[in-house]
T-cell receptor
Framework: DAGVIQSPRHEVTEMGQEVTLRCKPI?????LFWYRQTMMRGLELLIY????????DSGMPEDRFSAKMPNASFSTLKIQPSEPRDSAVYFC????????????FGDGTRLSIL | AQTVTQSQPEMSVQEAETVTLSCTYD???????LFWYKQPPSRQMILVIR??????QNATENRFSVNFQKAAKSFSLKISDSQLGDTAMYFC????????????FGKGTKLTVNP
């Protein structure tokens, strides 16, 4: 079975540019999560969706960040404009909406903002 | 708010030996779930083992087992017969049973298995 698929795997761009990260969850999963991982702050939940609806976006750092889930098989995380402090690994994860079901992670996108 | 603490930033173990990674958490909830995830250098986040708080029996998955002490809010991971492929960052994570599906992660423990 295909796991969570993220693209791109690496992204290097200049400050001020728009960045779009993409995620395809596991088929049949109805919850989707975006995390950011840095050395200083560890793994932080940015936002999560259930049945394509954003449930909690309290972790989104500021208005420059936005996330969408137009359908059950696709989500995007956008940063506009990007800043060097946004450099991190961004993970997408999906799960089945039942309390004891684990989250399955994609391979992450390593984002570098110059 | 729930917090997860992993007090050992780094650990090392010889191949074939046993190592225990510590995790404590803080919550006022009675029902919740605990997880250990492994992140090897390849960067994947891989679920190692999970525990439901209402179960007294400690979870076991092959060479991996946990020591769950609910009263002490402790959830340690024991790796038996350590293998070189166990070298990775290990993250302890907490999720409440009711309400949000949020996973709260600890800062991680970097484990190195030496030949």
């Amino acid at each position: 079975d295909a796991g969570v698929i993220q693209s791109p795997r690496h992204e290097v761009t200049e400050m001020g540019q728009e960045v779009t990260l993409r995620c395809k969850p596991i088929s049949g999963h109805n919850s989707l999560f975006w995390y950011r991982q840095t050395m200083m702050r560890g793994l932080e939940l940015l936002i999560y969706f259930n049945n394509n609806v954003p449930i909690d976006d309290s972790g989104m750092p500021e208005d420059r960040f936005s996330a969408k889930m137009p359908n059950a098989s696709f989500s995007t995380l956008k940063i506009q404009p990007s800043e060097p402090r946004d450099s991190a690994v961004y993970f997408c994860a999906s799960s089945l909406w039942q309390r004891n079901q684990p989250q399955h992670f994609g391979d992450g996108t390593r984002l570098s903002i110059l | 708010a729930q917090t997860v603490t992993q007090s050992q930033p780094e650990m090392s173990v010889q191949e074939a030996e046993t190592v225990t990674l510590s995790c404590t958490y803080d919550t006022s909830e009675n029902n919740y779930y605990l997880f250990w995830y492994k992140q090897p250098p390849s960067r994947q986040m891989i679920l190692v083992i999970r525990q439901e708080a209402y179960k007294q029996q400690n979870a076991t998955e092959n060479r991996f087992s946990v020591n769950f002490q609910k009263a002490a809010k402790s959830f340690s991971l024991k790796i038996s017969d350590s293998q070189l492929g166990d070298t990775a960052m290990y993250f302890c994570a907490f999720m409440t049973q009711g309400g949000s599906e949020k996973l709260v992660f600890g800062k991680g423990t970097k484990l190195t298995v030496n030949p």
